[in-house]
């Protein structure tokens, strides 16, 4: 009896440790076949939203910190308009949906995707600065017709570039996978190029959730 017992002890502790390695397992196999419902379900959307969110906010206002005249010209309706820009993107390509979509086509781009890489370009210092404050210039001012104008130059870039990425992009084989705590597990690799790290948190005892995306920077 005190060896069943202790067997079933060891058991429980296996699966216990090892689950999300087999969550894990389970998300890559779903990517590799394409089911983008899966993916989608084991997502936790509050948790995921924000963090891109600030992800995105925070590294725009890095930025910002470098080009003084820019700052100084567009001051805070620019960081608003900006800050608006990215937290719509995030909030209309985070969604189940969209995310089922973007597995099943393997990173074909579509509007909500194209808007949160352009969300991306804007937070990475990827915008045309010296175009930027030409036309602050030419619009006297006006924020809003300057960056939607800026969105829309970005978006058609980054839209070219996530098709040439998703067609040409490797992913890894084997990625890094580490626990970050007792409930806390991380996925490490590249997706069609990009490194992501993907952390999961637990969910019950042996059941795990996607909370959090880091994103390149």
Do not use: H
Not at 7 to 35: C, E, F, H, R
Not at 168 to 176: F, R, V
């Amino acid at each position: 009896m005190k060896k069943l017992i202790l067997l079933l002890i060891i058991i429980a502790v296996a699966v216990y440790g090892g689950s999300p390695y087999y969550s894990a397992y389970q998300l890559k196999n779903a990517y590799d076949a394409k089911d983008g419902a899966t993916i989608a379900a084991a997502i936790d959307y509050e948790q995921v939203r924000p963090s891109i969110q600030n992800q995105l906010t925070s590294q725009f206002a890095v930025t910002m910190t470098k080009y003084p005249l820019v700052a100084e010209l567009g001051g805070a309706p620019l960081t608003e308009a900006a800050n608006g820009f990215i937290t719509q993107a995030v909030d209309g390509a985070i969604t189940a949906q969209n995310i089922e979509k973007l597995i099943n086509t393997q990173g074909q781009a579509n509007t909500a995707t194209k808007e949160l890489a352009a969300a991306w370009a804007i937070a990475s210092n990827q915008v045309d600065l010296k175009n930027l404050i030409q036309n602050l210039i030419i619009n006297r001012g006006d924020i809003n017709a300057v960056v939607k104008n800026q969105m829309q130059q970005i978006m058609q870039k980054q839209a070219a570039e996530l098709e040439q990425q998703a067609a040409q992009g490797t992913d890894s084989d084997k990625p890094t996978l580490s626990y970050c705590g007792i409930n806390c597990f991380t996925i490490s690799g590249q997706v069609k190029g990009y490194p992501l790290t993907i952390e999961m948190q637990r969910d019950g005892l042996i059941n795990w959730k996607i909370v959090d995306i880091v994103l390149p920077q």
